[in-house]
């Protein structure tokens, strides 16, 4: 079964609203989180990765302040889309890490924006 | 930083044969490879990884060989089923942390 679950599956939101979307690990702590983004027909871009109980690292050309991660906990990494627009709609993906070369991916959520 | 690129985006195969899937990177302290499979809407399965360290592995049906020397890796597929229709990604893990890059993606089809 799936080790990492992601929530929600997929999501509607008016422009300008924000949509908050949580990627959970499901039986292992996750000291790390990463987060990533995939248009239509293309690769998996990351945007940030979030370590728990510090800020998150973002990638070159990710504004932070409209996508806010924070990874309170060992299971628990967030990903807030703040004042969203067409333009976020997107298929955003989680993968969780514990100890070194396990990485598990959750099976995204969709994001459309209104 | 790491670049991945792919070599063939798209990649017909009669079902029942034998497919091959590439990849090229760039960073020779890239530690760690994985290879991705992902079926449309889905998150990336896990399909099959090597370290750094060697130069096969296999795993059922699947078998990925690296190439150190020339910073390739390459996924086959053996005896490839409707099943396998999807697109794959390489994914490519550098020294620290795991942070992973991740290659274009090749799309494969399965004819029956």
């Known amino acids: 079964g799936a080790v990492v679950s992601q929530h929600p599956s997929w999501v509607i939101c008016k422009s300008g609203t924000s949509v908050k979307i949580e990627c959970r690990s499901l039986d292992f702590q996750a000291t790390t989180m990463f987060w990533y983004r995939q248009f239509p027909k293309q690769s998996l871009m990351l945007m940030a990765t979030s370590n728990e109980g510090s800020k998150a690292t973002y990638e070159q050309g990710v504004e932070k302040d409209k996508f806010l991660i924070n990874h309170a906990s060992l299971t628990l990494s967030t990903l807030t889309v703040t004042s969203a627009h067409p333009e976020d709609s997107s298929f955003y993906i989680c993968s969780a890490s514990g100890v070194p070369n396990t990485i598990y991916f959750g099976e995204g959520s969709w994001l459309t924006v209104v | 930083g790491e670049s991945v690129g792919l070599h063939l985006p798209t990649l017909s195969v009669q079902e029942g044969d034998n497919s091959i899937i590439n990849c090229a990177y760039s960073n020779s302290a890239s530690d760690y490879f994985i290879w991705y499979k992902q079926e449309s809407g889905k998150g990336p399965q896990f399909i099959i990884d090597?370290?750094?360290?060697?130069d096969k592995r296999q795993g059922q049906r699947v078998t990925v060989l690296l190439n150190k020397t020339v910073k390739h890796l390459s996924l086959q597929i053996a005896a490839t089923q409707p099943g396998d229709s999807a697109v794959y990604f390489c994914?490519?893990?550098?020294?620290?942390?795991?942070?992973?890059?991740f290659g274009g993606g090749t799309r494969v089809l399965v004819k029956p």
């Open positions: 994914a490519v893990r550098e020294a620290a942390g795991n942070k992973l890059t």
């Open positions: 090597i370290r750094s360290n060697m």
